[in-house]
């Protein structure tokens, strides 16, 4: 599978932009699927994550309540969407497919995008 993020850019302090990851190759729904968050100088960080089926979300403290994870199998798609953005959330997101049964440790994705940059001005 090959995944292909795209919908990122540059927005205002408090308000919103939506990520979505197409899959090419395969079905999406063998795999379990994240995003994951880069900053200049930084180790990739979790973001997000969703189960298999859609029914379990993970996220990472600082996005929790703002950023919701979703996904379509049928369309071969995840999405990302984030509300209320603030310039901490500047970075590169990627989407990412994960195999194996683990959420949030990136080493466990075995397949990622190339990425989309968000920058949040203030």
């Known amino acids: 599978v090959q995944l292909q993020a795209s919908g990122g850019g540059l927005v205002q302090t408090g308000t919103s932009t939506n990520l979505s990851c197409a899959a090419t190759g395969r079905n999406l729904n063998t795999y379990i699927m994240g995003w994951f968050c880069q900053r200049p100088g930084k180790e990739r960080e979790f973001v997000a994550a969703?189960?298999?089926?859609?029914?379990?979300?993970f996220y990472s403290e600082p996005v929790k309540g703002r950023f919701t994870i979703s996904r379509d199998n049928t369309r071969f798609t995840v999405h990302l969407q984030m509300n209320n953005l603030q310039p901490e959330d500047t970075a590169r997101y990627y989407c990412a497919a994960n195999d194996g049964y683990t959420y949030t440790n990136s080493r466990h994705y075995r397949i990622w995008g190339q990425g989309t940059l968000v920058t949040v001005s203030s």
């Open positions: 969703i189960s298999r089926d859609g029914i379990h979300t």
